[in-house]
């Protein structure tokens, strides 16, 4: 049978899921979002887990700058939980960068980005490892967040509403009536089905693979793939974030990750030719360690878990690359610029605007569709699952003493699932407990991620609980999960093998770059004992 | 207590330094341990791997591991067990009666490596496990009926998924067992949905654990009409009493009774090493706990050990002393035991001065379990034929073993307890030579 949707969007990334949602809110309920891995596996995941108040871009690209300070202030609204408004510690120690602060608070001022200026002496007591020696520091908004579990809030607001979604189908063709896309034809890779969809519309929200899509309908668009690395560290050094004042360059700052324990080092910004052959680089975090240090020399102390890299989806029609090509984001209408319509294509931008560019996208696929842009209600409609702060905690009270959960787990716990927490344990209570020590994650989320989330293998599943993410990586807490996923979800051990390894190599993916460096080493010597020495995964292994 | 100038000061407190210690005080002279703690072989399963597999892209598993370290030895002309396998026999069997003095029973197959359940739900390669575990090996071609018993809360360990995997895992291992599995609740640390295995062996190590534990079971055994041949727990019966739990859990089960191999959790590794410090100490070794060496220097005929006495932290930094002894063993274990430091694109020993270069892609698999292992797991210090370290300024007076030495890759070889046992005799038997 034909399946025919109103749209259908190509990319589980956040700005795909906030498109999939404002559709939704705005009455195209028959709609199907395509993902051709997970949610959140590509550029989403891969992001620095800072949800940019807006303080970051004020001097070099004010737009952009005003629509994170708006967009931060609506997502505190509609997702609080998710959200942890650590603020940021701004500093300046040299000329240039004194320099700099006069221009930054010039524009702040223009925007109304709050901000006050702190004594140098107050700025250290706060955040003690920062160096004596700065001359200058502010403090203003912002906020750390959970990349996956906003991503996966919006998809799954969208699903309850109504709309269809689908990971781990790829869309692997157009198909065409003449100039206009009329379908996709889609490989659930699941099953390695080929099927075709049909849709009035098809809006492309692939990031750095959006090329990739309109290629398939005859014609190119003009994106820069942008890596950006990252490295982790196994603790906070800071309880804020922490950003040198200057023009943005490789390793202005430290993101303090506050709902995991861990700090974020960041972020580089290098042209790649594939978006898919991007591996963190070496001297980039090299050079990015070097600069924090100048303002918190004792992050030479603290140890990399982990590099892991994003791919940022620049675009321009101009000759520039890197850091000079805009962060902004950019709607193009195909009919308007190539000629074929039934498709449009939204990219660009920061995971903070994402909400906006689907309202943006949405508009135009609403004068496509019906001839008229419908009111849009995504900024103030909560996202599913949303509680506030103080809910939040109280539930997480609750869950300590019902479940024994301790509290700090319980705590983190409700931040990621907001109301749905409590119907968690109570569908899963025998796995109530907590499975990994690091991260604080618990065994009834193995459950409720397989049968809920559409959770496919545990490389998902890290996606939806950040699972192994933490400082001892999976090696104490991967195996168990493997357990409850036999236990209670029918898995045979060669399953549940396959589930586990895949894992333990997703993970080696950064552990490899970071034993490099030299900081893994022993970890990286533990898990050898864990799964080859004590194992034998090597020799034993059901495949 | 001190070290004093006819010592051979040996650093480290694991299995390695152990043996070395051994060997000094078989050849009739004195020995002085310093180590802060007991290294990796505390968190280690206990047992004794020696030679298990011979990697390479189609691992070879070797049923006898003294044929074994021959085809090891084929394939990798130069590693480490080349320059000390000689001494391996003997530095077993220091290993196995130091043990034995402290009351740990570590038992073998006469040459035959033994697979022993794990917590992970697969197969652990032995030569020799201690008597808790002896039991649960797999026994190729035996038609048995094996129950996987755990414990609610102990979250470690999960018997049901447990029991499912050893039923496919034991395949490769010619086993034709039948796994089953069941969850008991123990009360006596009152209203806790979980615990971990340390707090578990701390109660079963008191009465009121033992007892209910031994009811537990013994009820399970009584109204049950299927009859089990073995029964398996978590490694988890008490860091002290272990053998009289067992020899009870026996009696009630009227069958084999066994725990399962664990890393990381402590019990096992804990048991081991108290075990074979006792046995050290009833032959006579110093054993300075809490004391870290944090410098050599070579000495006229001798070789200067600046040591840290105590827990230090930045407000207290410890008592500084210098033992000027004529011969030192290093046996400070690899990563995980803090012998080998790693940071920063530097890889080097501490004690040594000597850094091993940076860790580059070709000693790094993308392949996270690779059957010829990570080549990482190979850094480590360069000794001579009688475990010298190469560095001239030393005067020969400086010996490794163990963990630390370049080489072997005890994961993927399953070869760490052989290495550390033949190295450290050997070099501890040179070291004494010293004096």
């Not at chain 1, 990031?207 to 668009?221: D, H, L, N, R, Y």
């Not at chain 2, 490769?172 to 578990?200: H, M, N, V």
């Not at chain 2, 046995?279 to 300075?288: P, S």
């Not at chain 2, 009688?386 to 073993?401: H, I, L, P, W």
Request: charged share 25%.
């Amino acid at each position: 049978m034909r399946e025919n949707f109103d749209v259908v969007v190509i990319g589980g990334g956040t700005t795909g899921t906030g498109v999939i949602r404002d559709l939704v809110l705005r009455g195209f309920k028959n709609s199907l979002l395509l993902e051709r891995d997970d949610l959140a596996a590509g550029t989403s995941g891969g992001c620095h887990s800072a949800l940019h108040g807006g303080s970051r871009y004020v001097v070099s690209d004010i737009q952009t700058a005003r629509e994170c300070l708006q967009e931060n202030q609506v997502y505190r609204k509609i997702v609080p939980q998710v959200v942890d408004p650590t603020d940021a510690i701004w500093v300046a120690k040299t000329d240039e960068q004194m320099e700099f602060a006069q221009k930054w608070m010039k524009n702040a001022d223009d925007i109304g980005l709050p901000y006050e200026i702190i004594s140098v002496e107050e700025a250290t007591s706060e955040e003690p490892l920062l160096t004596k020696d700065i001359r200058f520091a502010l403090r203003t908004i912002d906020t750390g967040f959970d990349p996956f579990r906003l991503c996966i809030a919006q998809a799954y607001d969208a699903k309850k509403k109504g709309a269809q979604i689908r990971t781990h189908h790829e869309v692997i063709g157009a198909l065409m009536d003449g100039k206009r896309v009329v379908g996709l034809r889609v490989l659930d890779k699941t099953e390695n089905n080929i099927y075709e969809v049909y849709a009035k519309l098809i809006i492309n929200a692939a990031g750095p693979w959006c090329s990739q899509i309109t290629e398939m309908a005859g014609f190119a668009i003009p994106m820069k793939p942008n890596k950006g690395s990252t490295g982790i560290y196994s603790m906070r050094p800071t309880k804020t974030l922490i950003g040198i004042l200057r023009t943005p360059a490789d390793g202005d700052g430290l993101v303090s990750q506050g709902f995991q324990n861990t700090a974020l080092l960041g972020t580089s910004s290098v042209d790649v030719d594939d978006p898919d052959d991007a591996d963190p680089g070496m001297d980039e975090i090299k050079i990015m360690e070097d600069s924090v240090a100048e303002i918190i020399p004792d992050l030479r102390e603290a140890r990399m878990l982990r590099f892991c890299t994003g791919v940022r989806p620049l675009y321009t029609t101009g000759e520039e690359t890197g850091r000079n090509i805009s962060r902004g984001m950019f709607l193009l209408d195909h009919e308007e610029m190539e000629g074929v319509s039934g498709m449009i294509t939204i990219t660009g931008g920061k995971y903070a605007t994402a909400r906006l560019m689907a309202e943006v996208a949405v508009d135009m696929a609403c004068e496509k569709l019906v001839g008229k842009v419908l009111p849009c209600t995504s900024d103030k409609e909560l996202i599913y699952g949303a509680t506030t702060k103080e809910e939040a905690e109280k539930e997480a009270q609750e869950i300590h003493e019902k479940y024994h959960i301790p509290r700090y787990a319980a705590h983190k716990f409700t931040a990621r699932y907001g109301e749905f927490a409590k119907t968690i344990l109570e569908k899963y209570p025998d796995q109530a407990y907590v499975i990994d020590d690091a991260v604080q994650m618990i065994g009834s989320e193995v459950c409720y991620s397989f049968k809920e989330e559409d959770v496919e293998n545990f490389k998902d599943l890290r996606r939806r609980t950040r699972i192994g993410m933490g400082q001892e990586q999976g090696t104490f807490s991967i195996y168990k999960a493997g357990g409850i996923a036999q236990q209670a979800l029918d898995m045979t051990p060669a399953e549940a093998e396959e589930c586990v390894l895949g894992y333990v190599q997703e993970r080696w993916k950064g552990i490899y770059f970071a034993a490099q460096y030299g900081d893994q080493l022993p970890l990286s010597e533990l898990m050898q004992e864990m799964y080859v020495g004590m194992g034998s995964y090597d020799v034993l292994s059901l495949e | 207590m001190d070290a004093n100038k006819n010592d051979v000061l040996v650093i480290g407190g694991g299995t390695a330094a152990c043996v070395a210690a051994d060997a000094v005080l078989n050849a009739g002279k004195s020995v002085a341990m310093v180590f802060p703690n007991g290294g990796s072989s505390e968190i280690s399963a206990g047992t004794l791997d020696i030679m298990g597999v011979v990697p390479g892209e189609h691992p070879v598993i070797c049923d006898d591991y003294r044929e074994g370290v021959e085809k090891l030895l084929e394939k990798y002309p130069g590693h480490t067990y080349s320059k000390c396998k000689g001494e391996l026999e003997t530095g077993v069997e220091a290993l196995l009666s130091l043990a034995e003095a402290g009351e740990y029973i570590l038992k073998g197959f006469d040459g035959k490596n033994v697979w022993v359940p794990n917590m992970l739900g697969t197969f652990s390669v032995n030569a020799y496990v201690p008597s808790t575990m002896y039991e649960g090996a797999v026994v190729p071609g035996e038609k048995e009926r094996v129950l996987v018993v755990g414990v609610k809360g102990n979250v470690a360990f999960n018997a049901q998924a447990a029991a499912m995997s050893y039923q496919q895992y034991q395949k490769k291992l010619g086993g034709k067992a039948d796994y089953f599995s069941t969850e008991i609740q123990i009360k006596g640390w009152g209203d806790r949905r979980k615990i971990s295995d340390g707090e578990l062996a701390d109660y079963l190590d008191t009465k009121e654990g033992k007892k209910e534990l031994v009811s537990l079971i013994q009820t399970f055994c009584m109204n049950n009409r299927y009859s089990f041949d073995k029964i398996l727990f978590p490694p988890v019966l008490g860091y002290l009493t272990y053998n009289e739990l067992l020899a009870e859990l026996k009696e009630a089960c009227g069958c084999k009774v066994a725990e399962v191999a664990a890393l990381g959790n402590s019990v096992a590794g804990y048991r081991f090493t108290r075990a074979v410090y006792r046995g050290l100490e009833k032959k006579g070794a110093k054993l300075l706990r809490g004391v870290s060496a944090k410098k050599l220097e070579a000495a006229e005929n001798g070789v200067k050990v600046e040591c840290v006495i105590g827990l230090t932290d930045q407000y207290h930094p410890g008592k500084r002393e210098t033992f000027e002894v004529p011969a030192v063993v290093l046996a400070t274990g690899g990563f995980v035991g803090g012998g080998i430091k790693a940071r920063h694109t530097d890889v080097w020993i501490e004690l040594l001065e000597q850094h091993l270069g940076k860790v580059t892609t070709d000693q790094l698999d993308r392949d996270a379990v690779h059957p010829a292992g990570q080549d990482f797991m190979r850094m480590g210090v360069q000794v001579k034929a009688d475990m010298s370290v190469e560095d001239k300024k030393y005067n020969g007076r400086v010996f490794a073993c163990g963990d630390v030495l370049a080489g072997h890759n005890s994961a993927s070889e399953r070869s760490g307890a052989g290495i550390a046992a033949a190295s450290a005799y050997l070099a501890g038997k040179n070291a004494a030579a010293k004096i």
